[in-house]
Each structure stands twice: as C-alpha cells, then as structure tokens.
C-alpha cells in the first residue's frame, strides 16, 4: 500500500517556474512508476509524464516536453515536477500516482493517487 501526497501548487504568473512535490508513506516506494497527471476544469485527466523506478524509464507528454521535468528521490520517498515556462493552460488540478508498471502513461494503469495541487497559471 502507498499513500500519495503533493504540495507545491499555487498561482504563479505565465513564465513562471513551480515545482510539485509527490511524497510517498508506506513501504516500496522505489520499486513504483510515479506519474504525473493533470485535469483542468472541465477537461480530462491528462497524463503529464512518469518516472520509473529506477530513473531508466522517463518520458513526458508532447504539450510539456521541454519545460517539465520529473525526478525522483528514493531515500526521500519523494517525486518532483519541475514546471518551467508556464502557460494559462497549464491551469490545472496536479495529481502523483503510483503504478507497478514499468511504463504507465494510461490512468487505469496506476493503483495509487494523491489528492492533487491546484495550479493556476494567470496570463
């Protein structure tokens, strides 16, 4: 079992930088995928990108590549998401989520989900 919890968001102005931080309780947090996700109001959850446990597997989504970044410390129990150049659309609810997969870029793929940060981008 892994209880997810983020914190980070915020407002912040569009150029702006916030980093998102995904910490984990529970045992086995290593051996998880972490994920990123998103769901702007009246939008569907959007998969933002994912870390594999071991780092070898990193990918993001075509509309953040180049301005976010996910790392992952594991002594920390902690995932991050480093968002650079924000944009108003990128307004949005943040969730982490844990997966046993070793890629997972599909919702029903993660077992675990934080509760979400709201990021809100202002133009």
């Known amino acids: 079992q892994v209880q997810l919890v983020e914190s980070g968001g915020e407002l912040v102005q569009a150029g702006g930088s916030l980093r998102l931080s995904c910490v984990a309780s529970?045992?086995?947090?290593?051996?998880?995928?972490i994920g990123w996700f998103r769901q702007g109001s009246g939008k569907a959850n959007e998969f933002v990108g994912a870390i594999s446990w071991s780092d070898s597997n990193l990918y993001y989504a075509n509309s953040v590549k180049g301005r976010f970044t996910i790392s992952r410390d594991n002594a920390k129990n902690t995932a991050y998401l480093q968002m650079n150049s924000l944009k108003p659309e990128d307004t949005a609810v943040y969730y982490c989520a844990a997966s046993g997969m070793i890629q997972a870029i599909r919702p029903d793929e993660y077992g675990f989900w934080g509760q979400g940060t709201q990021v809100t981008v202002s133009s």
């Open positions: 529970g045992r086995f947090f290593s051996s998880f995928t």
